[in-house]
């Protein structure tokens, strides 16, 4: 079955230290991944995406993600984490043959203290 | 500005109502996306349409119903069988096959 695991509640880091947000998926098959972030009461925004190539993805305001196939992981990272950081983060399995539809982890609510 | 709008950003349902949640696109995408959001869970595939009048359901149909008969609306209605509403329900749309969904800022439901 396809699923998406993030296996921290909640991350917590000081600001201007390394970031890294876990998410495991299964799939049969080829994976279309992808990474979300929220903030309160609003929707999701697009961080970045791994659909086939370098295992090291780049994204918005300073992310990157690391495709690893034998683990079935697809972390995010930021190199330093700012306070504006906090919010909530949503790995996500994107699966053509169902339309397109995303299967999400549970989320990861990152804190980023000053 | 392109994007997706959902309206209203609040609402709430007496016992027994149907209650219509609007999703308007500007950005020509023909694939449109209702999710529902519960603390904890994640989000959870409701509807969804890939083209015009056609639309399958997701995981959690039930209670639920969509019409499509425009490329731009994707409306949900949330029906009185649906006994748990009370959600952050958010639509969303994408351009092809690889690209990412974009978000609407949802409407929070709740039970008067």
């Known amino acids: 079955a396809q699923s998406v695991a993030q296996p921290e509640d909640q991350v917590n880091v000081a600001e201007g230290n390394p970031l890294t947000v876990k998410c495991t998926y299964s799939?049969?098959?080829?994976?279309?991944l992808f990474w979300y972030v929220q903030y309160p009461n609003r929707g999701l925004q697009f961080l970045l995406k791994y659909i086939t190539g370098d295992n090291l993805v780049k994204g918005s305001y300073g992310f990157e993600a690391e495709f690893n196939k034998s683990q079935t992981s697809f972390h995010l990272k930021k190199p330093s984490a700012l306070v504006s950081d906090s919010a909530l983060y949503f790995c996500?399995?994107?699966?053509?043959?169902?339309?397109?539809?995303?299967?999400f982890g549970a989320g990861t609510i990152l804190r980023v203290k000053s | 500005d392109g994007g997706i709008t959902q309206s209203p950003k609040y609402l709430f349902r007496k016992e027994g109502q149907n209650v219509t949640l609007s999703c308007e696109q500007n950005?020509?995408?023909?694939?449109m996306y209702w999710y529902r959001q519960d603390p904890g869970q994640g989000l959870r595939l409701i509807y969804y349409s890939q083209i015009v009048n056609d639309f399958q359901k997701g995981d959690i149909a039930e209670g639920y119903s969509v019409s499509r008969e425009k490329k731009e609306s994707f409306p949900l209605t949330v029906t009185s069988a649906q006994k748990n509403p009370t959600a952050f329900y958010l639509c969303?749309?994408?351009?092809?096959?690889?690209?990412?969904?974009?978000f609407g800022d949802g409407t929070r439901l709740s039970i008067l």
């Open positions: 950005l020509n995408h023909d694939a």
């Open positions: 996500a399995l994107g699966l053509m043959e169902y339309g397109n539809k995303l299967v």
């Open positions: 969303a749309s994408r351009m092809d096959r690889v690209a990412p969904q974009h």
């Open positions: 799939v049969s098959g080829n994976p279309y």
